[in-house]
């Protein structure tokens, strides 16, 4: 019994401390992904601007906006 509870409290926590890097993770897929869509625009000029507006915005950048806008 005590084993499968300190299991549990052990999966817990490491769930606690993996959270920040998985919302990262998931922002930087998401940004993977519009970036994919910008190699697409056949015209250079446009294909960079996309690329350039993608990456514009860094992670922390993003979730400071997104606590301000909560708060």
Request: overall charge negative; aromatic content about 14%.
């Amino acid at each position: 019994m005590i084993n499968k509870l300190l299991t549990l409290f052990f999966f817990g926590c490491v769930c606690i401390v993996c959270q920040g890097c998985t919302y990262r993770a998931w922002y930087e897929g998401f940004q993977e992904s519009a970036r994919q869509e910008c190699y697409k625009i056949e015209n250079q000029t446009e294909r960079q601007q996309c690329i350039d507006k993608v990456d514009g915005v860094t992670y922390d950048q993003y979730k400071k906006a997104r606590e301000d806008s909560i708060h």
